[in-house]
């Protein structure tokens, strides 16, 4: 979802919580899925990218 909001430059205050909730879920976990593992990848790529 932030990979997609991020792209179509959607709600951007909104885009700060979720990447902190979603960092906070995931560091809270030992093991990831494959598919959160793309999800967590896709994310960062998103922030990566539009940090420049």
């Keep these: ?3 997609l909001l991020e792209e179509n430059k959607l709600l951007p205050d909104a885009q700060n919580t ?3 909730t979603l960092s906070e879920e ?3 976990e030992r ?3 494959t598919q959160e ?3 967590l990848f896709l ?3 998103g922030v ?3 940090a420049g």
């Design 1 to 3: 979802m932030l990979s």
């Design 18 to 20: 979720l990447l902190q």
């Design 26 to 28: 995931a560091f809270s």
């Design 31 to 33: 093991w990831l899925s």
């Design 37 to 39: 593992n793309n999800a």
């Design 43 to 45: 994310a960062a790529k």
């Design 48 to 50: 990566a990218e539009s």
